[in-house]
Nanobody, 121 residues
Framework: QVQLVESGGGLVQAGGSLRLSCAASGRTSSSYAMGWFRQAPAKEREFVAVSASGGFTWYGDSVKGRYTISRDNAKNTLYLQMNSLKPEDTAVYYC???????????????WGQGTQVTVSS
């Protein structure tokens, strides 16, 4: 089992920045793909970004160029630097871990509880 705990969410004005963290514990492995998803009210969970153990990264179209995903395997921590935030970025952000480098929710076996990000206009 892998436990994931997100932190760093909050309220920010449009154009601002936030940095999310995801601390992993339990049976962690640097071979896991680690990703971020988000879910706004009444919407499906949406892929944000994923980081593979080999350094590969993949971003959703809506965040490309504004968000940066990174990981520190020594600290078992995943990060998401979010810049130029927009009101439409408002959502609960979830950290996830899985064996596949993927943008699909079903490919991730482990999920955190989520952290709220609210961007005011």
């Amino acid at each position: 089992q892998v436990q994931l705990v997100e932190s760093g969410g909050g309220l920010v004005q449009a154009g601002g920045s936030l940095r999310l963290s995801c601390a992993a514990s339990g049976r962690t492995s640097s071979s896991y793909a680690m990703g971020w998803f988000r879910q706004a009210p009444a919407k499906e969970r949406e892929f944000v970004a994923v980081s593979a153990s080999g350094g590969f990264t993949w971003y959703g179209d809506s965040v490309k160029g504004r968000y940066t995903i990174s990981r520190d395997n020594a600290k078992n921590t995943l990060y998401l630097q979010m810049n130029s935030l927009k009101p439409e970025d408002t959502a609960v952000y979830y950290c996830a871990a899985g064996l596949k480098f993927s943008d699909r929710v079903p490919d991730y076996a482990y999920w955190g509880q989520g952290t709220q990000v609210t961007v005011s206009s």
